[in-house]
């Protein structure tokens, strides 16, 4: 069974950092784009950074400067380092896997599973 495991959230105060993992089992993310994405309450899920399978990396314009995406295809693992944090990254965080690239880290969307995401709140 495909599956994929969010950790790393959590409760910080703005301007700090935290570091999300997500891990894969069932399967081996190598030849996989990843994307993380997040949604707010009352609000869309949106697209946030994505990795392709060759570590080009994609970001929307809301976190450039701030998050960093990196993969360890050794570990199976794909992390978001999140800076620089403000209240307005408060959502739950989910990770997706796709092997279309065009389709997860361009158009932000994917016909893979979604995993059951990980809550991020930034307050002081």
């Known amino acids: 069974q495909l599956q994929l495991v969010e950790s790393g959230g959590g409760l910080v105060q703005p301007g700090g950092s935290l570091r999300l993992s997500c891990t894969a089992s069932?399967?081996?993310?190598?030849?996989?784009?990843i994307a993380w994405f997040r949604q707010a309450p009352g609000k869309e899920r949106e697209g946030v950074s994505c990795?392709?399978?060759?570590?080009?990396?994609y970001y929307a314009d809301s976190v450039k400067g701030r998050f960093t995406i990196s993969r360890d295809n050794a570990n199976n693992t794909v992390y978001l380092q999140m800076n620089s944090l403000k209240p307005e990254d408060t959502a739950v965080y989910y990770c997706?896997?796709?092997?279309?690239?065009?389709?997860?880290?361009?158009?932000?969307?994917?016909?893979?599973?979604w995993g059951q995401g990980t809550q991020v709140t930034v307050s002081s």
């Open positions: 997706a896997a796709d092997e279309l690239l065009f389709r997860i880290c361009v158009l932000w969307e994917t016909l893979g599973s």
């Open positions: 990795i392709s399978s060759s570590e080009g990396t």
């Open positions: 069932g399967f081996t993310l190598d030849y996989y784009a």
